[in-house]
């Protein structure tokens, strides 16, 4: 009897434990493919709900729900899920990324066309407006 109430008394502090252990694991990334890790390049530090990845040295998308790249390819939108020989030397876990939060279209071309218009482009061309200037005839 003095054995059932000693198993009872810990039992919850079992399951706690395991719980805890458990949690701290590591990252908790919410998928809609729970089997799949994601690759091992990306761990989040926190809970997010993002889609893509963005790794804009090379301009390539990762699709964390489809498990696929996204990248230029003769001017065209491709999605594969290997990348191509031109990027075996790229180590993406070792390259700058960014996540691109609130944003769950299929279509990565009208995102990429909306906020990477005007990256890494110069403002040499760009007419300044310098009212400290001053003129000869003033």
């Not at 998928?31 to 890790?37: K, L, T």
């Not at 230029?72 to 020989?85: A, N």
């Not at 990565?108 to 040499?124: D, F, K, Q, T, W």
């Amino acid at each position: 009897m003095e054995n059932k109430g000693l198993l009872k008394s810990l039992l919850p502090i079992v399951v706690l434990s395991v719980f805890l252990v458990l949690t701290s694991c590591g990252p908790v990334i919410i998928s809609s493919r729970y089997n799949n890790p994601p690759p091992p390049w990306f761990y989040p530090n926190r809970i997010e709900l993002v889609r893509y990845v963005y790794f804009p040295e090379y301009s390539i998308y990762y699709d964390l729900s489809a498990r696929t790249y996204l990248y230029l390819d003769g001017g065209v939108w491709v999605r594969r899920e290997v990348l191509p020989v031109r990027y075996q030397r790229v180590d993406l876990r070792r390259s700058r990324y960014e996540r691109i939060r609130n944003y769950n279209d299929d279509n990565i071309r009208n995102y990429h066309e909306e906020h990477n218009a005007n990256r890494g482009r110069s403002n040499l061309n760009t007419p300044r407006n310098n009212s400290n200037t001053r003129t000869r005839n003033q």
